[in-house]
């Protein structure tokens, strides 16, 4: 999938399918460098080509968000997995050293807007995930109250499976389930908010978590980790094409990789490997990632 880095004092140890993970080489078991590579992941799949420039978009976009969330809005602080160490120059830009967490299975998805797979199974049964929603809803509506609508995350090359809150309780335990579901939806409301301030709407976004048991108490403390609020991991639409947009198509104008999903449902059939992307794909997208961290940062 990736081809390793030569990087001093690190050695590889896992690729997922745009991350890939070193290990410092002195055995240090508490550390991490998490690089961010460009490809591009859709249903489950890792596209080709990437997306040039996408790594060090998506660290910029996380790194900012996890200094709002550490206090940086003036909210309350949320604990993340950043160690704050200076990165090797050889991934400067496109890297995080993180700490060392036990990852939960468990993908945290809080959404505000009704779209994508939600939309579908809504038109089904009136319901997302299995959550019971109001009559009448278009797609792109706004929910009356956000929803936590969880994902086990499967192992690389199984599909994400959408789960209920009682298997993430089976998962996780009952404590921890409910501490995941609570602080999912609070951060969610928080970069809503954020975002609503900078002209955009955050539709839904996922969410992990891990813990880290090298501090005090028996438990250890819950970390947000890996990517946080990015493009790839969130919906962002513009406000105002959503607030005077009269088709699904102009409401949800995309700062995402939306625009990759859009082309590839519409020439693939979800079997075998998928096409490649055409570069006016890839050119629209990357314009979309810088065009966000704009408007966020502005």
Not at 61 to 90: C, K, M, Y
Not at 152 to 165: M, R, T
Not at 178 to 206: M, N, P, V
């Amino acid at each position: 999938m990736s081809e390793a880095l030569d990087i001093p004092g690190w050695k590889h140890v896992y690729s997922g399918k745009v991350r890939d993970l070193y290990a410092p080489a002195d055995g240090d078991e508490t550390r991490m460098l998490v690089v961010a590579s460009d490809r591009v992941s859709a249903f489950d799949h890792v596209l080709a080509p990437g997306i040039p420039g996408k790594g060090a978009l998506l660290t910029a976009l996380s790194l900012w968000w996890f200094e709002q969330l550490a206090g940086g809005d003036g909210g309350q602080p949320i604990a993340n997995h950043l160690t704050g160490e200076r990165v090797p120059d050889e991934v400067a830009g496109r890297s995080m050293i993180v700490r060392s967490l036990q990852m939960l299975p468990v993908e945290c998805v809080v959404r505000g807007y009704l779209t994508g797979s939600g939309w579908l199974e809504y038109q089904d049964s009136g319901t997302v995930c299995g959550i019971p929603l109001p009559e009448g809803l278009q797609d792109g509506d706004r929910l009356p109250e956000p929803i936590y609508t969880p994902a086990y995350k499967a192992p690389l090359g199984e599909h994400d499976e959408n789960i209920s809150f009682e298997k993430t309780v089976e998962l996780v335990g009952t404590e921890r389930a409910a501490q995941l579901r609570d602080l999912s939806l609070a951060i969610y409301r928080r970069a809503a908010a954020t975002a609503e301030a900078h002209g955009l709407i955050l539709a839904d976004t996922k969410f992990e978590f891990g813990i880290d048991a090298a501090v005090e108490g028996e438990d250890g403390i819950l970390r947000l980790a890996d990517e946080v609020l990015t493009s790839d991991s969130s919906r962002y639409w513009d406000a105002e094409a959503w607030r005077t947009g009269t088709t699904p198509k102009d409401r949800m104008a995309s700062f995402d990789k939306q625009i990759v999903r859009d082309w590839l449902a519409a020439n693939w059939d979800k079997q075998g490997t998928p096409p490649a992307l055409p570069a006016e794909i890839v050119d629209r997208t990357v314009a979309r990632y810088r065009e966000l961290i704009g408007k966020l940062t502005a």
